[in-house]
């Protein structure tokens, strides 16, 4: 088992080593936003106007060498469009994928200007002093992070999305902003055909015959909302999320139920996006009478540049197509998800994943650091 997990491990380093390569080499495509700059003058005098999730029209440089991703979705975006190595600032979080920051070993040596809680450090961010900052909708309607960044003159852009469609907005944002449009379109073209494929077959399912599951995010007992994105691709992949539309407890943005709303929802299918949370549910007598659990139906999700199916994940077409053919094997039994894994990473990193590599990830296992080690040298 040792020499297996040494096997893995040695696999990955060397996935990593060509990917970082290839991510240098940027993105394709990026007419619409070169239209609005002079090539023999791309300095920051040249400025394109975003639209960002809350409506702001914000002035950004037209070619930002310097981004400062204050939300880890901007920064695996920002990545996908071939442009990682202009991340400059991140938050602590983006420095545990262990993908992520194998392919741009920039992200480890990154400033994280933010405190405790995401309170971002003023002091810090001016010092790095991005082109544009990336922020979460959470900072931005806190009135005193608002006026630290309207002190750092810096222009920043609210990164945010309750929904697939929202989400999609989002990237095509940030590829304009980076200059790669065209790439964020041509994701945005892939994204929508994983949901038209699973449409098209969990459309005859009678909504009494869908299978219920309950979604874990990061903890045992934290789940999904109504009006986010985890009920809205859950929904796609023919699910009946057991945790929208029910009284959940709001703790710092993030929503929980108890274990007692869980034992009444008993679901027949749980997923969890974190590493160890799988093990937990399964040996812990108080989750022993689910039916999820008698029925050895606790599955650990994938876990690629980031956690497939996460709030903040860039990847939830891949999280779709997996819990489609996780739900209803039968009804997929023509998906396989080391080929749609390969062509994934393949299609959008220019990178042939082997089997096994493909496989890691699927696993979901070693691909996220606990709090902590990302700091550990």
């Known amino acids: 088992m040792v020499v297996k997990k040494k096997f893995f491990k040695l696999l990955l380093t060397f996935a990593?080593?060509?990917?970082?390569?290839?991510?240098?080499?940027?993105?394709?495509?990026?007419?619409?936003?070169?239209?609005?700059?002079?090539?023999?003058?791309?300095?920051?005098?040249?400025?394109i106007t975003v639209r960002d999730y809350f409506g702001r029209e914000v002035e950004v440089p037209a070619q930002a060498k310097k981004l400062g991703c204050l939300y880890a979705f901007s920064g695996?975006?920002?990545?996908?469009?071939?442009?990682?190595?202009?991340?400059?600032?991140?938050?602590?979080?983006?420095?545990?994928?262990?993908?992520?920051?194998g392919m741009l070993?920039?992200?480890k040596d990154a400033s994280v200007p933010t405190l405790g809680g995401g309170a971002v450090n003023l002091e810090e961010l001016i010092r790095v002093n991005p082109d544009v900052i990336f922020i979460k909708g959470d900072t931005a309607t806190n009135e005193g992070e608002i006026e630290k960044l309207e002190k750092s003159k810096i222009p920043y852009l609210v990164v945010d999305y309750k929904n697939i469609k929202e989400q999609q907005y989002i990237i095509e944002m940030i590829g304009q902003v980076v200059g790669c449009q065209d790439k964020a379109k041509r994701y945005n073209q892939f994204y929508r055909q994983c949901i038209d494929r699973v449409q098209k077959k969990v459309a005859g399912i009678p909504l009494k015959e869908r299978i219920r599951v309950y979604h874990s995010v990061n903890e045992a007992t934290r789940?999904?909302?109504?009006?986010?994105?985890?009920?809205?691709?859950?929904?796609?992949?023919?699910?009946v999320d057991v945790s929208v539309d029910k009284d959940l407890k709001l703790i710092e943005e993030k929503y929980f139920a108890s274990l007692e709303q869980i034992l009444v929802w008993d679901p027949e299918v749980i997923i969890v996006?974190?590493?160890?949370?799988?093990?937990?549910?399964?040996?812990?007598?108080?989750?022993?009478?689910?039916?999820?659990?008698?029925?050895?139906?606790?599955?650990?999700?994938?876990?690629?540049?980031?956690?497939?199916?996460?709030?903040?994940?860039?990847?939830?077409p891949m999280a779709i197509l997996?819990?489609?053919?996780?739900?209803?094997?039968?009804?997929?039994?023509?998906?396989?998800?080391?080929?749609?894994?390969?062509?994934?990473y393949k299609e959008f990193y220019n990178f042939d994943l082997s089997d096994e590599t493909a496989k890691k990830i699927l696993s979901g296992e070693g691909m996220r650091l606990s709090k902590g080690e990302e700091n550990k040298k």
């Open 322 to 344: 997996w819990t489609a053919k996780t739900l209803y094997p039968e009804l997929f039994s023509d998906l396989d998800m080391i080929k749609e894994t390969k062509i994934f």
């Open 273 to 316: 996006n974190q590493t160890g949370v799988a093990d937990y549910i399964m040996e812990n007598k108080q989750w022993a009478s689910l039916s999820a659990v008698k029925n050895h139906k606790v599955y650990q999700m994938p876990n690629g540049l980031s956690r497939w199916g996460h709030p903040g994940s860039l990847e939830t």
């Open 16 to 47: 990593v080593f060509i990917l970082a390569g290839l991510l240098l080499a940027g993105c394709s495509g990026h007419k619409e936003a070169a239209t609005e700059i002079s090539e023999n003058n791309p300095d920051k005098s040249n400025t």
């Open 223 to 239: 789940t999904d909302p109504k009006d986010s994105l985890p009920a809205d691709w859950l929904q796609v992949a023919g699910a």
């Open 105 to 107: 070993p920039n992200i």
């Open 76 to 101: 695996h975006v920002v990545a996908m469009l071939g442009k990682g190595e202009n991340i400059v600032a991140v938050v602590e979080g983006l420095k545990r994928d262990v993908l992520m920051t």
